[in-house]
């Protein structure tokens, strides 16, 4: 089969392989990949930002069909439409596993990163692992359900959308461009979005289709401002930082409402930032981390999906081969994607 590969840590070093089939174990399955979405994380890996493993395939954003399961294996047969959670090798003993959050146990091996992913032909998981989708639903909609976890793992179960609350999203991108609509259908009055110039032509016209009452852009309108004028000066109930940028993130912290609430999606690209602590601490603000997403959310994000709850079908703008992935991670790294899907 053909997959992309990670033969070392420096920039650029990915290539199509001819890789074997992958053998299964008993508790495994061998899935056919459809649809693999190209993660923000998959372009920092490409450009060396990101330590993974080496000679690993990376993808982990899939949708595909099962085609072959092993002895053991009594949940899905073949021929069924899947998913796929990511949390290999998890212990299922330890504070995090026991309190639902898999994710966050210290055993637990990302397909993608240290494991190989979905950037292939075929792919094997652990049955535990796949959800299963209706005809209806088409694969490259069903690759958005990973992105979308994370979204709602951070913003409806950790931080939790209030009904009438005034939201602001930093960052158009994929992520937030599922966190605004999140936000609108979960109950909030406005949704903000904000970028910046680049973002200007693709990224927030969309955000105005899929639902944001208003869209700013930083560096030309004077966003703090026009969110204090929008509030009567008290300030915005809910910001949600999925841009990893200090300037973003010291914004939402200035223009939160006292006992205000921040989502915090984006990475940025340096360990340390320089945050304005002060101003969190004196609002009395709850500053809210996540990272990765529970079980429970890939439930709540597939049935959104199925139900056409989340537009993500005008968010692909590129589908691709596996052959192309280099032109597309480049065109992604320039902004000129919003979402681009990969078709092994």
Known sequence: MKAIVRTSLEPGCMEIQERPIPEIAEDEVLIKVKAVGVCGTDLHIYNGNVVTGTDVVIGHELSGVIDKVGAKVTKVK????????????????????????????????????????????????DEKQLLTFS?????EEAAFTEPMACVATALLERTKVMPEDIVVVFGPGPIGLLAAQMAKIYGASKVIVVGTAP???????LAKKLGADITLVSGEDDVEKILSDLTNG?????????????PAINSCLRMLRKLGRMC???????????????????????????????????N????????????VKSMISHKVGLEDFKEVFAATGRGEVIKAIIEP
């Open 300 to 311: 709540t994000c597939l049935s959104m999906l199925e139900r056409g709850a989340i537009d």
């Open 234 to 246: 008290e300030g915005i109930d809910l910001a949600v930082d999925c841009s990893g940028a200090a």
């Open 135 to 139: 005809d209806d639903l088409s694969f």
């Open 199 to 205: 973002d200007k032509e693709l990224r927030l016209p």
């Open 264 to 298: 915090v999606i984006g990475l940025p690209g340096r360990r340390e930032i320089p945050i304005e602590w002060k101003t969190a601490a004196e609002k009395s603000l709850e500053v809210i981390f996540s990272y990765s997403s529970t079980p429970t959310s890939w």
């Open 78 to 125: 073949p021929g069924e439409r899947v998913v796929s959670r990511l949390n290999v090798g998890v212990c299922g003993t330890c504070k995090a596993c026991l309190s639902g959050n898999p994710q966050m146990c210290e055993h637990r091996t990302c397909p993608g990163h240290w494991v190989d992913g979905a950037f292939a032909e075929y792919m094997k998981i």
